[in-house]
């Protein structure tokens, strides 16, 4: 129903452009006429007028109409004897034929013409998603070139030290608590590596769901915290939450993991000794997250970028960045219906801040 009458929409303004087109012709013609200038000048303001119908209208049939429509009104109103459609000079046969083919051939031209603009452009276009399809595709070949490199580092870490916990039965409890939590580390790291990379598959895929229940914020913050607790160091972290309990629609999962990927993203960024705030308030309509350090900030060529997939660049401590870990939160945050940003602050602070909807 909506589509037909959009369809009859559009039909009524081709109609109006016709017909305004022919009454300007007209009044042109007449404005002519009253200086007493010659009848070929009305023919081509009559074929302009055509020329425009079949520019601004859809289809052939709106400009044929007025190759019609223009033929007649120059016999009506400027032909002897004026306000009749007869007339007395037969050569006027001749010009109105003329006329009416003129016509019809300048908007069979400009239809063909606009036709054939309408496939370049379609061509374009296609051609465009076919060399984004394949800068992308090259991206995720390079990005997956440099994370089978930098996987071998955790993997031969957690490899050599199992090994060294297995075949060493007199290691002493300081060198193995020493050797479990470098394995931990780098198994934390690999785990979130490895996360990040299904989330990225499942929204790449278009198959990222969420699936929204009321969670409370004193729950899912402390959590998705202490899944970084194995390269916290002696960071602090301090919470700014709201007195009371706060619920708020999310899937929790996913939240944990832009949290997760916020807080990681802080802990690189900030001295050993540092420190991160996580507060979170209620605006009625929204949630409002906003994790913040005192590390150095970003570059100003980096902000802009910094939620991109695959936008990777030599990070602030000089690690090498995947472009996955942050463009995955704006999408998380963006699949719930909320914004991200980030910023620096003239106190010395980076500002990650993101909103989920109350739905109240």
Avoid at 58 to 69: E, Q
Avoid at 86 to 102: E, G, P, R, S, W
């Amino acid at each position: 129903m909506i589509n037909r009458k959009k369809k009859f929409h559009k039909i009524l303004i081709d109609i109006t452009i016709t017909l305004s087109t022919f009454a300007v012709c007209t009044g042109i013609c007449y404005l002519l006429d009253y200086f007493k200038l010659k009848d070929l000048n009305f023919i081509i303001i009559y074929v302009l007028g055509v020329l425009t119908t079949a520019l601004l209208t859809r289809g052939y049939v709106y400009s044929s109409v007025l190759s019609l429509l223009s033929v007649l009104g120059y016999n009506f109103f400027f032909t002897t004897p004026r306000y009749s459609l007869q007339f007395n000079d037969k050569m006027y046969l001749v010009t109105f034929v003329l006329m009416f083919a003129v016509s019809i051939i300048t908007s069979t031209i400009m239809f063909k013409f606009k036709k054939r603009m309408s496939q370049v452009i379609m061509l374009n276009k296609e051609k465009e998603k076919l060399n984004s399809a394949s800068e992308k595709d090259q991206l995720k070949v390079t990005l997956l070139r440099s994370i089978s490199h930098d996987l071998r580092t955790p993997l031969t870490t957690i490899k050599n030290g199992a090994e060294i916990l297995l075949e060493n039965d007199t290691i002493s409890d300081a060198d193995r608590d020493e050797v479990l939590a470098d394995i931990t580390i780098k198994a934390d790291w690999t785990i979130r590596l490895v996360e990040n990379l299904l989330a990225l598959s499942r929204i790449d895929s278009a198959e990222l769901t969420v699936k929204k229940e009321k969670e409370a914020l004193e729950e899912i913050l402390p959590q998705a915290v202490r899944n970084m607790q194995g390269v916290l160091g002696n960071r602090k972290i301090t919470y700014y939450m709201p007195e009371n309990l706060l619920l708020v629609p999310m899937d929790a999962t996913l939240i944990m993991q832009a949290v997760g990927n916020i807080v990681n993203n802080a802990i690189k960024h900030t001295e050993d000794d540092g420190n991160i705030w996580i507060q979170v308030w209620d605006t009625a309509e929204n949630a409002v997250f906003r994790i913040s350090n005192d590390g150095k900030a970003i570059a100003d060529t980096d902000l802009p970028h910094i939620f991109d997939m695959y936008y990777t660049t030599i990070d602030r401590n000089n690690e090498s960045g995947f472009g996955i870990g942050l463009a995955v939160c704006k999408l998380i945050i963006t699949a719930h219906g909320g914004q991200i940003s980030a910023r620096n602050t003239d106190e010395g602070k980076v500002v990650f801040e993101f909103t989920l909807p109350m739905e109240k």
